[in-house]
């Protein structure tokens, strides 16, 4: 039997993930799945687990030599048992970035078929919605009988999140050609929206009320826990640090970032101490957004300025522009700050910051510029739409898919807008230590919740003493930690790695290091674990020496 080569075994392994997460590949342009919802019972999770398992092998034995897409294949192989051993499906039930029954309400309204099979095939989604629901309702009971139970806090969020969608007028009003429009609506009326209403109802008669309280949100409180949270740190952060060290890791930045705060805050509020500027931070009504039109025009103005500045540190930029948009009405209330979605590559669909501006009285003006660079330009955007032109990889190594390299990247170009000039007062200087802060912490606060035994009331104690964000978006990070076990370690975690990367060129090459030709070396191989990324600078240092 012939051996398969890395690239076949790239593409198995996309074609693995589009089925783990059909909704995702149509976004990002992967076909063969356009029909499908995620098919979440048992028998096809181990139907994924065991395809997971032989690439996996397959890449291992490999004698191919692309070892780099080998050694991806071998990352995403193992990244989707971990999903799959997770069983989060069964106990995640309220955050719209991972929840399963949230995350098909937040993505499938945001779908814009073009075409006719395109058409057909989103109709047939919404036409398995009920399928869809209903394997989620039985997963919950499974986990319940199982003793793997949602927080109760969390239940009483996806109730509410289900609610706030099911009373919009037209939630999927995707234009649609011929008679499709139309029936659509009535696959929504009689199909759709019936079995939401179902599935609501087992939340609110099954689930609720025999969920872990608020004392108990960690993994560590489920059986085999403390595993799954390991594995999904790994997963996250493709570093085989543990629990432990990220926490003590996150405890020591949040105590190095005090003289930048007393420095800074010095110039901008004549303030001597960094305690003394985070409470100025979090306490000054003039610091926060007066409505939310004014929150979307700042960041479509920053957004514009690192576009025109971004030439002179990048060799390259991305075809697809960046825009700004509100955060959906539906899931605002308990969505983070602000998220990215990538654009179509067929050119469809431009990439797309999202900006949170539910109760934007509440939310921090000065991190607004920071957040900016993060999720849009030359943050997420470039990193994504980059990727997808790298038409010469598999492209198992163009998809957003590796945590850590995607906010380790968007997470260093916040430090590197301000070497770029791209800030615009000191007050905005301070909203970047600020989002540092944030980061910092949630190495502590993560770890603490599913790894160390932390009530949610410790874990906003925390959060409250050590950062200057706002009270809504304390309770709204908080909830997103307990239920996204693991991710919010990789934005420090590969932040301090390409900065790592970075320092160690800098002092290989000398006079010879050049930014622009950096940027181009760790944009230019794709979404990669971080010791891949490593191995790609090494050897470009030594081919440069």
Sequence with gaps: MTEPSAAALADDMVDAIAAEMPVEATF????????????????ARKRLRDRAVRIGEQAAASTDLD?????????????LLARVDARTEEFVVADPLMSEGAKLLAMLPQLEPSGDRAEEDYLARLAAVPAFYGTLADRHRNGLAAGRAPVDRMTANAIGFVDRFLAQDAPFGAPLTGDRAARRDRIVAEQVRPALARYRDVLESEVRGRGRDDDHPGLCHLDGGEEVY????????????????????????????????AELGGREFGLGTAAEVQDRLRTDPALRWDNAEELLDSA????????????????????????????PDADAPIAATAYYMPPAPDGSRPGTYFANTYRAQTRDRFTSEATAFHEGVPGHHFQNA?????????????????????????????????????????LMLLGMLACDSVRAARLV???????????????????RANTVMPETEIQQETDRYIECPGQALAYMVGRLEIQRLRRFAEQELGAAFDI??????VLGGGELPL??????VEEWVAGRG
């Design 28 to 43: 990002v342009g992967l076909p063969g799945h356009d029909q499908e919802l995620p098919d979440l019972s048992p028998e």
């Design 516 to 521: 622009k030709d950096f940027h181009d070396v």
């Design 445 to 463: 606060v993560d770890t603490g919740l599913h790894a160390l035994g932390w009530t949610r009331q410790q874990c906003v104690d925390y959060l």
């Design 531 to 536: 010791s891949v990324l490593a191995d790609i």
């Design 230 to 261: 390991r594995r999904l740190a790994r997963m996250h952060t493709t570093t085989d640090l543990t629990p432990q060290q990220l926490h003590d890791t996150g405890r020591e930045l949040i105590a190095k970032l005090a003289d930048e705060y």
């Design 300 to 327: 479509r103005a920053v957004i514009a300025r690192a576009t025109a500045a971004a030439p002179g540190w990048f060799r390259r930029t991305p075809r697809a522009d960046c825009v700004v948009k509100p955060v």
């Design 67 to 79: 070892r780099l897409t080998l050694a991806v294949v071998a990352h995403q192989a193992d990244a």
């Design 386 to 426: 980059i990727a997808q032109e790298l038409s010469d990889l598999p492209v198992l190594r163009t998809l957003p898919l590796t945590t850590s390299y995607g906010e380790g990247w968007a997470l260093y170009t916040e430090r590197l807008a301000q070497e770029m000039g791209l800030y615009s007062s000191d």
